[in-house]
């Protein structure tokens, strides 16, 4: 009977399997990275688009769905694309960061990202992963629920991407260039956009605002995206309330608030109401600013939240929309508050007993000038440039063959396993702190994680320069967030305020200013993924790390061998 048995369990598998796989489609995609005309406040500038759209294309598809994207780079700058938040099960080629998973794909040149959507739902978004690119190369990635399947909220009448994004009236490339040259802070955007455009409160910019429709009695999805490159934002609608009802592509237990927050690289998913008198209301967006006396744009970009039913008014006359009230910009108990409120949405699985505990400082610094400098090449505080660690190491990328392939291959002298688990000194983290800890120490060094290891990372804030709220982005994961604080993290007391029951999961976490996080995940996808700061300007001075996953046992735990058109340095 015994033999039967298995032989009947083997036939529900595969059946089972093929039932689960016919609604699955593979969809395909082409992106053309081309300079493009792009006016904005007044002025035109040659900008770096995908198929000539800014924001570039948004991608739909349904959990279960593979996608496959050729991308052919015909701009003048080399150029990758990261599917952001994508889990990237045993596929780390397709993940997309310049030299840690690949080559660039050079001008003139494509490479074909092939990835399958497994057990995500919600918005993510795409973005070019290779120097400022992504400041104008990104689009959002929305996964609906399996074919006949449905969402755990009711169903909205309508969906709509909010792209949150950042604009500078130069080449994006140009501003880092020349910060590059200089070592001091980049120069700051000059307008926010929504969905590419700035709105009402920028010159020439009211006659493009974006139009987000609404009608009475209607329930919508707003989905909403930071896509900025160096700017944690706020973000309201006048006279309507938010319900939260997902985070980077994770359901979460339903909470109502008249703000929200999103670092950089997070998206958020919101249900509001058609609830309110038929007229017009302003969307807005501005800074959240946690870096003291630190320049930042302090502008606010506009979308209208139009109602169908608004009447129209007189011939020659404009309604102005109703404009919200936004945080103050240093507004920090509006952001914990926010945060503490995230949960799973019932109790989840989070990894109990931990293998790997891994302590990591993230924070600036400061390089002393070199002596071959000239002065000019020194212009941050005091006659040094600008740097960024993850425990006193500043990541330095390599650039003639990626972490990944280096790792694959078995090639020597591109990488080290010996990044520090834990702090290489021991000091008041958040305290004054003594000036010759500020200049850390270049490096291109990665943690080696076993398959199936479970892992717990405390985010630790430093205030070397100054203290910052960082979003921390891990590439190939999902974490859970157990735990935020401010202070130093200190585990005697900490760790009785973890929530082991229903914390929220994330792929990118904001680190509280001054403060802490401590994510938890089990490193069951093989390859290597980089862990950043997902401020453009703070992984460029090397605010970033990668982890290097094993291989487990046999090919469903073992990353896929390389595509044949994966780019050559």
Same mark, same amino acid.
């Given at each position: 009977?015994?033999? @039967?048995?298995t032989?009947?369990?083997?036939l529900?598998v595969? @059946? =089972?399997?093929?039932?689960?796989?016919?609604?699955?489609?593979?969809?395909e995609?082409?992106?053309?990275i081309q300079?493009t005309? &792009?006016?904005?406040?007044?002025?035109?500038?040659?900008?770096?688009?995908?198929?000539g759209?800014?924001?570039?294309?948004t991608?739909e598809?349904?959990?279960?769905d593979?996608l496959?994207?050729? $991308?052919?780079?015909?701009a003048r700058?080399? &150029?990758?694309?990261? +599917?952001?938040?994508i889990?990237q099960m045993r596929?780390?080629w397709?993940d997309?960061?310049?030299f840690?998973?690949?080559?660039?794909?050079?001008? /003139?040149?494509?490479?074909?990202?092939?990835?399958?959507i497994?057990?995500?739902e919600?918005?993510? +978004? +795409?973005?070019?992963h290779?120097?400022?690119?992504r400041?104008?190369?990104?689009? =959002?990635?929305?996964?609906?629920?399996?074919e /006949?399947?449905a969402?755990?909220?009711?169903k909205p009448?309508?969906?709509?991407?909010?792209?949150l994004?950042e604009?500078w009236d130069a080449n994006?490339?140009?501003?880092?260039?020349?910060?590059?040259q200089?070592g001091?802070a980049p120069?700051?955007? *000059?307008a926010?956009t929504?969905?590419?455009?700035?709105?009402d409160?920028y010159?020439?910019?009211?006659? !493009?605002?974006?139009?987000?429709p609404i %009608?009475s009695?209607?329930?919508?999805l707003l989905?909403?995206i930071?896509?900025?490159p160096?700017?944690?934002?706020? #973000?309201?609608v006048?006279?309507h309330?938010l319900?939260?009802?997902?985070?980077?592509?994770?359901?979460l237990?339903? #909470?109502?608030t008249s703000?929200?927050m999103?670092g950089?690289?997070?998206?958020t998913?919101? @249900?509001?109401?058609g609830d309110q008198?038929?007229?017009?209301?302003?969307?807005a967006?501005? =800074?959240?600013?946690?870096a003291?006396? =630190?320049?930042?744009?302090?502008t606010?970009?506009?979308?209208?939240?139009?109602y169908?039913?608004?009447?129209?008014p007189a011939k020659?006359?404009?309604?102005k929309p109703?404009?919200?009230?936004?945080?103050?910009y240093n507004?920090?108990?509006?952001?914990?508050a926010?945060?503490?409120? #995230?949960?799973s949405?019932?109790?989840?699985?989070v990894?109990?007993?931990? %293998? *790997?505990?891994?302590?990591?400082?993230?924070g @600036?610094?400061?390089?002393n000038?070199?002596?071959?400098?000239?002065?000019n090449q020194c212009?941050g505080?005091?006659?040094?440039r600008?740097?960024?660690?993850?425990?006193?190491v500043?990541?330095?990328?390599p650039?003639?063959?990626?972490?990944?392939?280096?790792?694959?291959?078995? $090639?020597q002298g591109?990488?080290?396993?010996?990044f520090?688990t834990?702090?290489?000194?021991?000091?008041d983290y958040?305290?004054?702190v003594?000036?010759s800890?500020?200049q850390?120490v270049?490096?291109?060094?990665?943690?080696?994680?076993k398959f /199936?290891?479970?892992?717990?990372?405390?985010?630790?804030?430093?205030s070397i $320069?100054?203290?910052?709220n960082h979003?921390?982005?891990?590439?190939g994961y %999902?974490f859970?967030?157990?735990a935020e604080?401010?202070g130093n #993290? *200190?585990?005697k007391? %900490?760790?009785s305020k973890?929530?082991?029951?229903d914390p929220?999961m994330r792929n990118?976490?904001?680190?509280?200013?001054?403060g802490?996080?401590?994510?938890?995940?089990?490193?069951d996808?093989?390859g290597a993924?980089i862990m950043?700061?997902?401020?453009d300007?703070h992984?460029g001075?090397?605010?970033?790390?990668v982890?290097?996953v094993?291989? /487990?046992?046999g090919l469903l735990?073992s990353?896929?061998p390389?595509?044949? !058109?994966l780019?050559?340095?």
């Amino acid at each position: 009977m015994e033999p @039967l048995k298995t032989i009947f369990l083997a036939l529900f598998v595969v @059946l =089972a399997s093929a039932l689960y796989s016919t609604n699955a489609k593979t969809q395909e995609h082409e992106f053309v990275i081309q300079a493009t005309p &792009v006016k904005r406040l007044c002025s035109t500038h040659s900008t770096i688009t995908v198929n000539g759209q800014f924001p570039g294309p948004t991608l739909e598809v349904n959990n279960g769905d593979t996608l496959v994207v050729k $991308v052919t780079n015909k701009a003048r700058y080399n &150029v990758t694309i990261h +599917w952001h938040g994508i889990r990237q099960m045993r596929t780390g080629w397709a993940d997309g960061p310049e030299f840690v998973t690949q080559c660039p794909i050079r001008p /003139g040149e494509s490479y074909t990202y092939r990835f399958t959507i497994q057990g995500q739902e919600g918005t993510l +978004w +795409w973005h070019a992963h290779s120097s400022w690119l992504r400041a104008t190369v990104y689009g =959002a990635l929305i996964i609906h629920p399996r074919e /006949g399947e449905a969402y755990p909220f009711p169903k909205p009448k309508r969906e709509t991407p909010i792209l949150l994004g950042e604009w500078w009236d130069a080449n994006p490339i140009d501003v880092l260039r020349q910060a590059t040259q200089t070592g001091a802070a980049p120069n700051i955007s *000059d307008a926010y956009t929504i969905n590419g455009q700035p709105g009402d409160l920028y010159k020439c910019s009211s006659q !493009d605002t974006t139009v987000v429709p609404i %009608d009475s009695g209607e329930t919508n999805l707003l989905r909403v995206i930071n896509a900025a490159p160096n700017q944690p934002l706020f #973000f309201t609608v006048a006279n309507h309330k938010l319900t939260v009802v997902g985070a980077d592509a994770s359901y979460l237990k339903p #909470f109502t608030t008249s703000v929200i927050m999103l670092g950089p690289g997070q998206t958020t998913d919101v @249900l509001i109401q058609g609830d309110q008198p038929p007229t017009r209301y302003y969307v807005a967006a501005r =800074a959240y600013q946690s870096a003291q006396n =630190a320049p930042f744009d302090n502008t606010t970009t506009t979308a209208i939240l139009e109602y169908k039913s608004a009447p129209c008014p007189a011939k020659g006359v404009s309604i102005k929309p109703l404009m919200p009230s936004l945080p103050a910009y240093n507004d920090t108990n509006t952001v914990t508050a926010f945060s503490k409120s #995230f949960r799973s949405p019932r109790k989840v699985e989070v990894p109990a007993e931990i %293998d *790997d505990n891994l302590f990591f400082t993230i924070g @600036l610094g400061l390089n002393n000038c070199p002596p071959n400098f000239s002065p000019n090449q020194c212009q941050g505080p005091n006659g040094t440039r600008f740097t960024a660690s993850m425990n006193n190491v500043s990541f330095v990328l390599p650039n003639n063959v990626s972490i990944l392939q280096a790792h694959h291959l078995g $090639v020597q002298g591109v990488f080290t396993t010996d990044f520090p688990t834990q702090p290489p000194l021991q000091f008041d983290y958040t305290g004054n702190v003594s000036r010759s800890l500020w200049q850390p120490v270049p490096g291109t060094k990665v943690t080696k994680l076993k398959f /199936g290891s479970r892992v717990q990372i405390v985010l630790q804030d430093t205030s070397i $320069v100054t203290p910052e709220n960082h979003p921390i982005h891990l590439h190939g994961y %999902d974490f859970y967030i157990v735990a935020e604080g401010f202070g130093n #993290f *200190d585990p005697k007391k %900490d760790t009785s305020k973890f929530n082991l029951v229903d914390p929220p999961m994330r792929n990118t976490v904001a680190v509280p200013v001054k403060g802490w996080a401590v994510i938890r995940f089990v490193a069951d996808n093989p390859g290597a993924w980089i862990m950043h700061c997902h401020l453009d300007v703070h992984i460029g001075w090397g605010l970033a790390t990668v982890l290097l996953v094993d291989n /487990g046992v046999g090919l469903l735990q073992s990353i896929e061998p390389p595509p044949e !058109d994966l780019p050559l340095c």
